[in-house]
């Protein structure tokens, strides 16, 4: 993920970069990848998943997923392919911008003037997730966009490797766009044809760390008989089931018919490897004896065998294994082996990123709107009450380069005095006594 690959097995002329910080990845956009309002949708999904979400966390994901769907496949139609032009439109604080583009469509709804601080909310949530879109660059004089299923889909490409990085720094912010990335590629090899000998390689290093990929359970299950084959790493079991959930993280580990478990440190993580490795039974022959007052002190001896059920590996081997050293469960009748890897020092082929000096889109926003909210709400200090309709009042605090803080205010109706919120001009003394317990609010989810 961090490049490692690039350095080792990239080949200038022959693989291709997807790295929106290196100078060697061609212009992409999302367009490239949807040729019609379903694709679209597709990258909707992949770009601000709803994974195992419930409540209302489901609802403000699926509706951000439509509102982007609704504007993108609209420019579709109108063929702008800009990047540019569809955060302009989803970041603009003038509502009839975004409400004119998905007009007559099933988010025509969300964005109702009515529902102008639902709206606001929804875009808070969107914002999270597709603010990485705006260091897409631009494309140079001439230059082609590159497109990852037309790349997968060319049998020419048969030697090409397409790799997928990020350096450490960046990765919190680019992981949306890597998580979109891979799962158009998985997505991808479902529209090929049947194949006995056709073979692409899936290598997902720490997928426990990207987002929630709707694509992959469904790869895994139909990518075989048209060539696909996965390799998944992980290096949290649990993380990786907190993105996907029990189940659907269990149906994941069931399609992938090798297995081979490194050291795993936690208890409960080695607990759950060793259960997935199986089970075996042994026979254990026990010994008893007794003494008999009818046989005038003499001992009775009796033996008989039991059948135990136990861990092919006992989760403490895993837990305790040697560097290099791997449990190693192939698909079929074969035994359960103990492996050991030699090192090998690394040639390095390539420099793991080559930098690029990275000019955000910079999105022209009519901020009308929001100066009218400010001047509203400087002439109403007066109000006893005021409202915020965010789910999370600091939610609405979205990337500075792209648009300012967004604070509706409803001046009807009426939820909380105003003077229990600590006037900025009184005295630290009085705020303290006004201001409630930071600890009040807080609550913290149980880990799995």
């Known amino acids: 993920m961090d490049g490692e690959y690039t350095e080792l097995f990239y080949r200038e002329g022959i693989d291709v970069i ?27 999904s992949s770009l601000i998943p709803a994974g195992n979400k419930g409540g209302n966390d489901k ?19 109108q063929e702008r392919y800009d990047t540019e032009e569809l955060l302009r439109y989803l970041f603009s604080l003038e509502h009839n911008n975004i409400a004119e583009m998905v007009k007559g469509t ?3 709804t969300l964005v109702a003037k009515n529902l102008e601080k639902m709206t606001g909310s929804i875009k808070a949530v969107l914002s999270t997730h597709i603010k990485c879109l705006k260091y897409l660059r631009k494309p140079k004089k001439d230059e082609k966009v590159f497109s990852i299923r037309k ?7 048969s030697n090409s490797t397409l790799f997928i990085s990020v350096t450490e720094d960046d990765f919190e912010t680019f992981v949306p766009l890597i998580s979109l ?67 659907e993280a269990e149906i994941i580990f069931d399609n992938c018919g090798t297995k081979l478990y490194y050291r795993i440190a936690g208890a409960n993580s080695a607990k759950w490897a060793a259960m997935d490795l199986g089970e ?42 040697d560097a290099l050293t791997a449990y190693l469960n192939l698909p079929g009748n074969w035994p359960i082996v103990q492996v050991e890897f030699e090192f090998f020092p690394e040639n390095t082929l390539a420099p793991n990123i080559i930098p690029m000096d990275i000019k955000p889109l910079r999105v022209a926003i ?3 709107a929001q100066r009218e909210r400010d001047k509203l709400l400087n002439q109403t200090s007066h109000l006893n009450f005021l409202e915020t309709y965010t789910p999370n009042p600091s939610a609405m605090v979205v990337d500075e380069d792209i648009v300012a803080r967004y604070t509706p205010v409803d001046l009807h109706e009426k939820k909380a005095p105003i003077n229990s919120i600590p006037h900025p001009h009184k005295n630290e003394e009085e705020n303290k006594k006004q201001k409630p317990s930071e600890d009040a609010d807080h609550n913290f989810d149980g880990l799995l």
């Open 18 to 44: 997807l790295n929106p910080r290196d100078k060697r990845s061609p212009y992409w956009h999302l367009w490239a990848e949807a040729s019609d309002e379903i694709n679209i949708n597709n990258i909707a």
């Open 59 to 77: 609802f403000w994901a699926t509706s951000s997923q439509n509102i982007f769907a609704a504007v993108a496949n609209g420019l579709r139609e």
């Open 106 to 108: 099933e988010s025509e």
């Open 151 to 157: 790349w997968l889909q060319d049998d020419n490409n």
């Open 181 to 247: 990335w891979l799962d158009i590629a998985a997505r991808a090899i479902r529209s090929l044809s049947k194949s006995r000998t056709r073979r692409i390689w899936f290598i997902y290093d720490e997928i426990d760390t990207l987002q929630y990929l709707p694509s992959l359970q469904k790869s895994l299950t139909k990518a075989a008989k048209k060539g696909g084959c996965f390799v998944l790493g992980a290096q949290s079991v649990a993380q990786f089931i907190k993105n996907y959930g029990q189940t």
């Open 280 to 321: 075996i039974e042994v026979e254990e022959e026990r010994d008893g004896s007794s003494i008999s007052s009818q046989n005038k002190g003499g001992t009775n001896v009796s033996s008989s065998e039991q059948t135990r059920v136990i861990n092919a590996v006992p989760y403490s081997d895993i837990k305790n294994a």
């Open 366 to 368: 009519d901020d009308s």
